[in-house]
């Protein structure tokens, strides 16, 4: 089975196999989800695709468990200023996600990925801060990139991940 959706938040998450809890925003739901197991690197804002099914937890209730995981750039404004406000691109917070999702909307991925000196025209942002944001920017996307590839070629999450962490993006 398959479900999409956006990330709300992360419950929980171990950064030595992957192993996450969170809550999603699925579509076709009006109720958070529940999602459960093996994620690199996904963060609140984030949209997925996900494969896997459906269990009831004693404790916790109905969860989607987890067999694979396709990441998806958010498209709307409000998910893109939750993605880069959570912290994964060093540089963006939750203030500076709001001030740049203002000024370019749901262009703001556009402006960071391919004229990224725009980025001058927001309050608060100078030379070295477009910097930081443009290395973080590259690293995330080498990362989204290698776990993409080498998921799509059968690597299950974890041993991408632990690849990964070995070999980087070569």
């Known amino acids: ?14 950064e030595e196999n992957g192993y996450t809890i969170a809550k999603m925003k699925a579509q076709g739901r009006t109720d958070l989800v529940t999602i459960v197991g093996t994620l690199f690197s996904v963060t609140p804002g984030e949209g997925v695709k996900l494969s896997g099914y459906w269990d009831r937890h004693p ?16 498209a709307t404004a409000r998910g893109i200023e939750k993605y880069l406000g959570s912290g994964m691109v060093k540089g963006i917070g939750p203030v500076m996600a709001k001030r740049l999702v203002t000024k370019f909307g749901s262009d703001t991925f556009t402006i960071i990925e ?9 309050q608060g942002i100078g030379e070295k801060r477009v910097e930081m ?4 920017w590259e690293e995330q996307k080498e990362i989204r990139d290698v776990m993409v590839f080498l998921q799509g070629n059968g690597v299950s999450p974890v041993y991408a991940m632990k690849i990964y962490r070995q070999y980087g993006k070569d």
Do not use: W
Request: net charge negative; charged share 30%.
């Open 1 to 14: 089975m398959e479900i999409k959706g956006q990330v709300e938040r992360i419950t929980y998450h171990n």
């Open 59 to 74: 404790k916790y209730g109905e969860q989607f468990k987890i067999i694979s995981c396709e990441t998806v750039m958010p």
């Open 114 to 122: 391919n004229d990224i000196d725009k980025l001058h025209e927001v």
């Open 133 to 136: 944001i443009k290395v973080a």
